[in-house]
């Protein structure tokens, strides 16, 4: 049986994501304070997808000629909470943005901030 090439579209899910990189499901983590468990859950999904989009690359915090993507959110006076952009960083990581979640492209970057927004709001809104 052949390997299917894992592209952005083919991953438009958890489960996809799930799929693509063997991870399992994502835990309940009942063994984390309840007020805790949506963001754990939110963070888990996001590495899931980061790592289904990226496959086996991986940032070199070293490398300062690296480019390293992360997708960028507004929140809205509405209340909304939207995908906003995308962003550069070379050489650094911030906390609120870890490392893990970064991505070798602007599109990947973008491609996860705008299809995945549901999960990016559950680790930044709670």
Not at 25 to 54: D, G
């Amino acid at each position: 049986m052949e390997k299917q090439e894992v592209t952005m579209e083919s991953i438009k899910t958890i489960e996809d994501a799930c799929n693509v990189t063997g991870m399992p499901a994502t835990p309940e983590f009942n063994e984390v304070p309840e007020e805790l468990r949506e963001y754990m859950k939110a963070v888990y999904e996001a590495v899931v997808i980061t790592k289904a989009l990226v496959g086996n690359w991986k940032p070199d915090w070293n490398d300062w000629s690296q480019r390293k993507w992360f997708p960028w959110f507004d929140r809205l006076s509405s209340g909304g909470f939207v995908f906003g952009d995308t962003y550069c960083a070379y050489s650094f990581a911030v906390a609120g943005r870890a490392s893990r979640l970064c991505f070798p492209t602007e599109e990947l970057a973008e491609y996860a901030g705008r299809h995945f927004t549901d999960v990016y709001s559950r680790i930044i809104l709670k």
